[in-house]
């Protein structure tokens, strides 16, 4: 079955700190995706990746086929990253059918 | 601003009512996505159109249909609402199959 797991479920951090999130998968994926959603309900696209590690700004989204998992990384934390953050993953065989994690709730607090 | 553009913002209808959310691409975009967003059931594929063709298909209820138009814009349209019909609706757009998507800032449907 095609599941997509995240965690923690629930972060809070103090401004300044690193941040990690994780998220792991089931089977074979051809894509990765992370995104982020603000208290307003929009959703933003972070990053798509298949292999390796991408990075912009203090975000940096690394993936390991081997072993199912990728991470999602902020270096440091400001108030402006609290938001969920939602990886979501394109199973090899479903085309562009996302199956999506069930979020990180993060908090940095000044 | 992602690009996507979502129209309505918001609706409240009653139940048994039907109505359409339309969402226009990114320029150049030829694939459209539709989720939902609910709180019980999180973000969930609905539907994919690629250049006026659906492509694939996910946990779309059979009261709920969409297309894409020659001008590429698509719409979602629910019938029969249901109150657990009440969520965020997202569109999004991708420039072609496997490419990165671009979220518009979604339709909350409330159904009373």
Known sequence: KNEVEQSPQNLTAQEGEFITINCSYSVGISALHWLQQHPGGGIVSLFMLSSGKKKHGRLIATINIQEKHSSLHITASHPRDSAVYICAARFLGNTDKLIFGTGTRLQVFP | ?112
Do not use: M
Not at chain 2, 9 to 31: N, Y
Not at chain 2, 56 to 81: C, T, V, Y
């Open chain 2, 1 to 112: 601003d992602s690009g996507v553009t979502q129209t309505p913002k918001h609706l409240i209808t009653a139940t048994g009512q039907r109505v359409t959310l339309r969402c226009s691409p990114r320029s150049g975009d030829l694939s459209v996505y539709w989720y939902q967003q609910s709180l019980d059931q999180g973000l969930q594929f609905l539907i994919q159109y690629y250049n006026g063709e659906e492509r694939a298909k996910g946990n779309i209820l059979e009261r709920f249909s969409a297309q894409q138009f020659p001008d590429l814009h698509s719409e979602l349209n629910l019938s029969s609402l249901e109150l657990g019909d009440s969520a965020l609706y997202f569109c999004a757009s991708s420039v072609d199959i496997g490419n990165e998507q671009f979220f518009g800032p979604g339709t909350r449907l409330t159904v009373l």
